[in-house]
């Protein structure tokens, strides 16, 4: 018997005022993968996600999780699922305990439950130590709050929704090292425009642009397939790129045929043409 992946979505579509936000979408999640969602602003990351999520009415197409229908107003498969939103929102007033504390009870777990997961959760998210009020978290600390939340009821698959956009380069490799530490255990899809990130992390991709889906791939085939001489240059703090490779210009430290092929906030990939 073939393995049931763990998202699937066939021929989804959903249009805003007559234009299709989102055109015949179809793609596959593996169980235990590390799926990358990559698109610009307005792309249609959101738009799918949330329809994966049952909170928006898709027009057309299917989606499954873990070979369950998602039926839209319906919660049912949301037990699955943990989803963390671009800019996750808190009682400020809370404590990172007392918040995870809710959301257990919330989400219906019993009172020992909700105290081993909250234990584990804060220590998986490096806020064990941390008994301050969340009003004064950090951008990266509430992030990190939000994917324990996310976790608390140990979902099989999660959805976050632009995880480390907002954040420095130090809050977005915490992100992206929590995401690794789960792996195995939760099926991961993230939404994103940041190339660097994905390719530290993802084992497979899809790539959105205006609402329809121009490559669906494992990291692995695309790096085979799109072979070329590259350069990661990694830095500990934030840089300006074009400063940089003039410099190593004019240093002759890269050769003139060097061009960034991407550029992100701590790193610059240069690629050599033949
Ligand atoms: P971003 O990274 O900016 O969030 P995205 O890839 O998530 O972009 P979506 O938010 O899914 O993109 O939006 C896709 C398109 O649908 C955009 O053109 C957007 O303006 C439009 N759209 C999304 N939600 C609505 C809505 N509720 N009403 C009208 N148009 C919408």
């Not at 998202?7 to 234009?19: A, D, P």
């Not at 240059?233 to 934030?238: A, K, R, V, W």
Request: proline fraction near 3%; hydrophobic fraction near 40%; include cysteine.
């Amino acid at each position: 018997m073939s393995k049931i992946n763990t998202l699937e979505i066939r021929n989804l579509t959903k249009s805003f005022n007559g234009r299709k936000a989102v055109d015949d979408v179809s793609f596959s999640v593996p169980e235990n993968c590390i799926f990358g969602f990559i698109g610009a602003n307005g792309a249609g990351k959101t738009t799918t996600m949330k329809m994966a999520l049952g909170l928006l009415e898709a027009d057309s197409g299917e989606i499954d999780i873990c070979g369950e229908r998602v039926c839209f107003g319906a919660t049912k498969t949301n037990r699955l699922v943990g989803y963390l939103p671009d800019v996750p929102e808190f009682y400020n007033y809370m404590r990172p305990k007392e918040y995870l504390r809710l959301c257990g009870e919330i989400t219906g777990l019993s009172d020992k439950v909700i105290k081993n997961r909250t234990a584990e959760l804060l220590e998986l998210v490096g806020l064990a130590d941390v008994n301050r009020k969340i009003g004064g978290f950090s951008r990266g600390m509430k992030q990190r709050l939000g994917m324990a939340q996310a976790l608390i009821s140990e979902p099989k698959l999660l959805i976050c929704d632009e995880p480390t956009s907002a954040l420095d380069p130090i809050g977005r490799k915490e992100i992206l090292e929590i995401l690794t530490r789960i792996k195995g255990k939760t099926t991961v899809v993230f939404s994103t425009h940041i190339l660097s990130d994905v390719e530290r992390i993802c084992d497979a991709v899809a790539v959105i642009n205006k609402g329809k889906i121009v490559l669906e791939s494992t990291i692995s085939d695309l790096k085979v397939k799109h072979k070329s001489k590259t350069i990661t240059l990694e830095f500990d703090h934030e840089i300006d790129s074009s400063e940089i490779l003039q410099t190593l210009r004019k240093d002759n430290i890269i050769p003139a045929r060097c061009e960034a092929a991407d550029v992100s906030i701590e790193n610059l990939f240069l690629e050599v043409s033949s």
